[in-house]
Each structure stands twice: as structure tokens, then as C-alpha cells.
């Protein structure tokens, strides 16, 4: 059974603002010890070497990630340039990120692989 009543303001202060003790010794953060036997095993951690993201990737993903991406940054970048750009500049920028995205979607995936409902850890 606690010590502690209803009746009191808080488990730490009494009522004359006065802390208590807190029940037995070594229970604070303060007081924890670490058993260096232990850090032995967790120091062994060695971190998985990244692989590099395009080693692995098809090639028309690629181009169509390039062409994307590249496309959209010219269009942005272009009219901040001290250059004469031909009339024609913005839409051919246009016309290859319009490329890039319809390669991407083309390599999209036609049927799912499995059967499950889509929830996986």
C-alpha cells in the first residue's frame, strides 16, 4: 500500500512545498550504471555500404527521369539567363518533359506481382 493521499498536492512535494524522499536508493537517471562488458558487443555494429541508386536502374528510367527533371530546370533557369534564346526554346523544354514523363509512365509496371492487399512491413 502507498503512502501517498488523495488529499496531497503532489507525490514529489508535500504540502509544505518540502520535497520527499523518493523510495529507495539508486532509483534516479542519475544513478545508472553501464555495464562496460555490454558496449563490447554493440561497438561490433558495422552500418550496410550504400549501394549506388542508379547501378541498378533501367535505362529508360533513367533517360526518362533525365529528361524530366533536366527539362523542368532549363525552364526555370533559361529566362534568368542574359541570353537570346530562340522563340521556339520554351516549347521544345516543354515537349521534353512531356517526353520524359510518358517514358516514365511507360515503364511502369502492367499487372501487379502477388495477390496480397498492399499491406507489407
Do not use: C
Not at 550496410?48 to 527539362?71: E, F, Y
Amino acid at each position: 500500500m502507498s503512502n501517498y493521499r488523495d488529499d496531497e498536492p503532489s507525490r514529489v512535494f508535500g504540502r509544505g512545498g518540502q520535497s520527499r524522499p523518493l523510495p529507495g536508493p539508486g532509483q534516479g537517471p542519475r544513478d545508472h550504471r553501464v555495464d562496460d562488458d555490454a558496449l563490447d558487443d554493440v561497438d561490433d555494429f558495422q552500418p550496410p555500404n550504400p549501394k549506388n541508386p542508379l547501378a541498378g536502374a533501367r535505362p529508360a528510367v533513367v533517360l526518362g527521369a533525365v529528361l524530366s527533371i533536366g527539362a523542368i530546370l532549363a525552364l526555370i533557369i533559361v529566362p534568368f539567363l542574359p541570353l537570346n534564346a530562340p522563340s521556339w526554346t520554351v516549347p521544345a523544354l516543354i515537349g521534353l518533359v512531356l517526353a520524359g514523363l510518358v517514358i516514365l509512365f511507360l515503364q511502369m509496371p502492367r499487372s501487379r506481382s502477388g495477390n496480397g492487399d498492399g499491406a507489407q512491413v
